[in-house]
């Protein structure tokens, strides 16, 4: 299962965004909640392709695809020298393949401020020297380690390699700069995988807002031209406002939304953009009996979407009988003008699966 962890600072609206993401209700108060125990909840994502091929082949089952959202406590200042929650926070953000980091801009005098002001980008700065001190931490006992066995004269040369490398690393981070900003080839980020560095994992910034913070809002600007800088993808939403929208019924919702100008909620703009944000594509298996959507890394094949279906379809794959969703509604959604117009085809093991393919996978065990 791909986890998407909520970081920021304490009280900054991380169990709001939760509860806007999930719809789950977890506790918000305005006061420090000091909890270690992360909220967890499986969302499915809204996938408005999957709604139609249900729509049409009308299954016994259907499936959407889905991604978990953990949401953690506040990460305080020098945490990763054991402030606050400390090392143990730290732990469970390393389990998450991305975050989505929440930065406070609202003003609500009933709850303070770690900082004791609005300042997104000082904000944001001090949560990024966490992930970054906790990065150093792990790579400084990872060069004492080498250190030794160097001494020993018991490196291999796969860590001579790794050694030099995590050596380039280390002053990388002593000087400031999160990993994702070290070119790394793709045979380097294999040889760090196994590290789960916070700094490398891929960053969504989300901004929350009170709802009268619309239009130019000054106190992002900074923030917002660093982040762009630093590619970093930053996504609006009114936390508490957004929260309440989706507890409402849909005919009240869609009601609220026109008075607030929104066209897409909160809700499905951060589910979508953490789904890229992971890499991830959806596949679709579709007929009477199921429709179901599948969650694939983009740029995996054939083989390795039989084998999100079963492991047996991947030991026994042959072909896969592939069209894109597109090309079927285009057809009237029909297999068989799909096949006679050319679009539906068979495809082998290294096909690269792309968002939205239909499959079917032939095999034999
Ligand atoms: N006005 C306003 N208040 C908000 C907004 N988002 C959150 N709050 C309030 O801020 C307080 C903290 O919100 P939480 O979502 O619990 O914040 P948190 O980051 O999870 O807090 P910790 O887990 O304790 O670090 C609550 O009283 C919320 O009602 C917002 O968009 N506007
Ligand atoms: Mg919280």
Known sequence: MLKCGIVGLPLSGKSTIFNVITRAGAEV??????????????????????????????????????????????????????????????????????????????????????ENSINPLRDWKIVEAELIYRDLGVISNRISRLEEKKNKKKLTPQEISEFDLIKKLESHLLNELPLREFNLTDEEKRMLSGFAFLTLKPELIVLNLDDTQTGEVPEISELESEMSKKNLKCVKVFGSTEMELEQLSPEDREEFMKDLSITEPGRERLIHEAYKLLGLISFFTSGTDEVRAWTLKSGSNAVDAAGTIHSDLARGFIRAQVVAYDDFVANNCSIAQCREKGVLRLEGKEYIVKDGDMIEIRFNV
């Not at 991604?67 to 953690?72: A, G, I, K, Q």
């Not at 406070?104 to 009933?110: I, L």
């Open 29 to 114: 108060k305005p006061y420090a909640s000091g909890k270690t125990e992360p909220n967890r909840a499986l969302v499915s994502v809204p996938d408005k392709r999957f709604d139609k091929l249900v729509e049409i082949f009308k299954p016994k089952s259907e499936k959407p695809a889905d991604v978990e959202f953990v949401d953690l406590a506040g990460l305080s200042k020098d945490a990763g020298k054991g402030a606050g929650l400390g090392n143990s926070f730290l732990s469970f953000v390393s389990e998450s393949e991305a975050l989505l980091h929440v930065i406070r801009v609202f003003k609500n005098s009933a709850v303070p401020h770690p």
